[in-house]
DNA sequence: CTGAAAGCGCTTACAG
DNA sequence: CTGAAAGCGCTTACAG
């Protein structure tokens, strides 16, 4: 009962069969029907359902150097931005045969690490990842071993070594625009809650660039997450500043902006009246909390990704120069501001 | 440039050594030093460094007759529960040197039935799932060809076959007090909102036994999702029964609830003044929205379903009988009662 | 039209 | 102490 009842191979229906092995393999997987006689072919295909057969997985890897994988590499997948791009990945991967390995590197350096070495092992044909503490440079040992990667988020050109190709939105302008916004609506003590890694860095910029053209000061809240419980311990700080605090405050990305909405009301605050909070990301939960943000397309961004990974793995796939492509955000403007 | 620098393998490190690539491989492999002369091993070891030699995991699979995977089925991983489950099943995976495969089935027969072709080619050493549209006896089959399989939610015991663990929490007495809560709070109509499968039909158990129980009439609103989209649609209908409307609504999980509790605003209702709404799951907006909830532990059903599994991949896991997991859950009262 | 053979990169008895 | 060989399950030239 508890027997293990090996699977059938191609040598057992070429036994049943009484042809070889290699007839099984091409009726099985060669179209055309001309090489071996009807009969026989029909007798292999008859015998394959009864005995149950499914070709190894395993096994074609090895033999066809191509693991019909793609590795999904991302620093936190209960941060709802993620699923939704794992969802658009897998939505253009599952047709054209690839299955979806995900990665959660935790967002730390080791968690990265970890992931890359997986990947030199040639568990997936490719991966598109988001890594918070390495940058391209880093990665160009796995995209020589012939592993192309597509990066989220802009990298800088880099000459030579392997093509690495990134998609992304501007987020340095998506930050501006966003900015942009809040002085638009008159307030001027802004305040920006980031991590010190990954996005926050690029927002960061963007938001720094246009309070100082506006002539204000930026006033950056450094915590060291991009999560919701960050975003409360940011918000409890602002608040404890008293009279000068601010009267808006962008969250580096929506997980924080909440934290910061759940921290200001918890205070007795009420949001947009005594402080203004905007996200970035767009996540579900955005727009039931009314949070105004940036619209990321997260299933666009990765139904993008999986089409360029796997046109880079087709066979003349790797000629092309490393691509950036770029996609557009939108503010969505909620009840927050 | 673009040239395919083809990944080092033992053979190399050999022919470098001047050894045999049998040698290379108990060096890497073996941690008894005695065999092999310490400078032999040392050269062998410091050429794969210098060589940048990382085994080929294919290979391994094919020889080990192991993949080191761990392949995770849902529904839907933007439903946050998700997301949530294989956190806490990659946290428990890795760490063995397992890694995870996602496939998400859009809760559709072809997409479950696309999963567990998938599985049966061998790309996984065993699955933890959630089926919506299979029971335990369709999946003999693939438990047959000797693959693990951890289903979450409870299952009917089986006799005979291959054991099929599950964790679980006691759904059915989870609603039931869910909805005993609502009737102590003085509430006599109480509607539920489900789909028409998986968990909702475990869920709508409960919750019908108990209004029976309380000589209440059990109003259950089918829609064809678990969708916040679902609750919306229910809720509109509901409230279209003008003065006769429920006082309090369960939806059969929070993205149902939470889409209902739009709908309820939109339509200028208070919560929970005018109606009370109640979820299943506690996602993490749950708390946000002060959606009032069972809770189910989804860190610790993921870390349990992957040491289940990897308990039944030792050489003697497939022994003992089958084991139907449950873990505790519990009502988390908020603001929306 | 079909079979015998090589080989993908490993691990593991088995010889010497 | 180390090498030669077999074999995991396939695919694909290459012979006949």
Known sequence: MQHRSARPTQKD?????GVSQATVSIVL???ETSAVPVPTRERILRLAGEIGYRPSHPARTLRNARTMTLACIVPDITNPFYPGLVRGLQATAAPAGYAVLIYDTDGTPEGERRALGWLQQGRAD????????????DLTDVARGNLPLVLLGRQSVRRGGPPIDSVFIDNVAASAAMTRLLIRRGHRRIAMI???????????????????EAGLAPQLIVDNAHSAEAGVRAMRTLLAQGGDRPTAVFGANDMIAIGAMQAAREAGLSIPGDVAIVGFDDIPTANLLGLTTVRQPELELGALAARTLIERLQPEGSRTASRSLEL??????????
Do not use: C, T
């Open 29 to 31: 997987n060669r179209a």
């Open 194 to 212: 980031v991590a010190g890694f990954g996005p926050s860095q690029v927002r960061a910029e963007g938001y720094g660039k246009v309070m100082r």
């Open 328 to 337: 557009d955000f939108e503010i969505v403007e909620r009840s927050s501001v």
């Open 126 to 137: 490719g991966a598109v990842g988001m890594f918070y503490h390495f940058r391209a440079a």
């Open 13 to 17: 229906i070429a036994l049943a069969a």
